[in-house]
């Protein structure tokens, strides 16, 4: 039983500190909907969509109004579509509008799964799916697209990581008039996770159920609030302090993934314990770490906070849910964070802190905003980086940049709503043409050969 | 089901008399009442059995926070689940 401090405790967490659920995401797959030509794909696809998601909306806000805690995003996450379309790869894009179709019929801001999986090798049929991307996300407004290029144990596909740096730049190019915003729906992976809930890197493995339900929680604001009430303790006890927070917030996930998913007749799925920040202030990873004592996030001791914090966030949601998966962890994206967005425009932090702090939390270099003229090596260059450090390290890492066209360091992109605005931050010029065109794969590492 | 009413704001009078008479014509038993003071504001929490009501949930939390509207004060009814799943193990 609970007292009148634990219901006030919640109640402040949620009207005060942002404490919300931040996705409940329904995982479809689309296996069954394969047939002979593109538009018969596409008709099944859209069908089944929304005969399986019908009813997404309408619970979650049941459940949000019965709980009293804000269920801020709907979403679907689907089979890899190019698996889909395996036998007629140029037309994958008919399947991505109803895709787009069937998330505005149900009224959802995203749907993720226009995705490739190519870590070990690129088909002939994905290599003519991934060139439909940029043309796709230009035309569609709520798909959204990934690619894996790379896993632990297999290695980083070079030849799709120099695709992908050309894909990035058409993307940006063909989004031009909203500052490339293609590219804030396109994630490239390594290690990419099944069954994460979060947008834009969601998408519903081949060795899932029929339908799931996953939840990304979230609630920068609620631990940011808990420190402020121990300036002076030692690193152990405020540790200690974030899982206690994370434990609550986590099971309030827990709660709402099991009940969504028995109302919606679909599996529970997995929480993913997250702290994702929005672009509104109380609701930052970026004030945690300033909580901690940092004068700004992007100095020297950064990647040490955000290490604790990740793991302590780790270690009080798994003792709070059943089932754990997606990205779990402390997400930085730049845009979205209004301390780091604050700090980039300062100059205080840098794309090379930004990739430090991706060796120890979730999940990687997330709404950036690069130059315009960055070269398509270039950004498959900082892939290449970026997916290196996932793979030695067993974990999942990402890229998604923003070439802006047009604009350089100085500059700002604003993408509006939960995407928020980032300042364009300057990449090294130095040049790696030459190893991006070698091509080939990079061998997983040694440690990886476990069987 | 169990559901925690809560009220919050200005202290005035009358204001356990309303809310309860208030859930009583709504066949909704009061099982617990505890109130509190949080920095100015006052603090009332009721824990309610709703199986005897036999309007809808959402319906009642719509009619309870206008009916708090009309008193000054905040008026939330949720679901008793969310406070046990996240202050017990």
Known sequence: MFNKFDVLETIEMIEKEHLDIRTVTMGISLLSCIRATAKETAKAVYDLVCRKAEKLVPTAEALSGEYGIPIVNKRVSVTPVSLITAAVPAESGVVGKALDDAAKTLGIDFLGGYSALVHKGTADYEEVFLQTIPEVLAATERLCSSVNVGSSKSGINMDAVRTMGEIVRRTAELTREKDGLGCAKLVVFCNAVEDNPFMAGAFHGVGEADTVINVGVSGPGVVQHALSFIPDADLTDAAELIKRTAFKITRAGQLVAKEAAKRLGARFGIVDLSLAPTPARGDSVAHILEELGLEVVGGHGTTAALAMLNDAVKKGGVMASSRVGGLSGAFIPVSEDIGMIESAAAGKITIDKLEAMTCVCSVGLDMIAIPGDTPATTISAIIADEAAIGMVNNKTTAVRVIPAPGKKVGDEVCFGGLLGRAPVMPVHEGDAGKFIRRGGLIPAPIHSFKN | ?89
């Open chain 2, 1 to 89: 089901m169990r559901a925690v009413v809560t009220v919050t704001g200005s202290d005035r009078r009358g204001i356990i008399a309303k809310v309860s008479g208030f859930l009583f014509e709504r066949n909704v038993n009061i099982e617990d009442i505890s109130q509190t003071i949080l920095g100015d504001q006052f603090a009332m929490i009721m824990i309610a059995d709703m199986s005897e009501c036999k309007m809808g949930f959402a319906e009642l939390a719509k009619e309870l926070a206008e009916m708090g509207e009309k008193i000054g004060m905040t008026v939330r009814i949720q679901h008793a689940d969310i406070f046990d799943a996240m202050h017990n193990i």
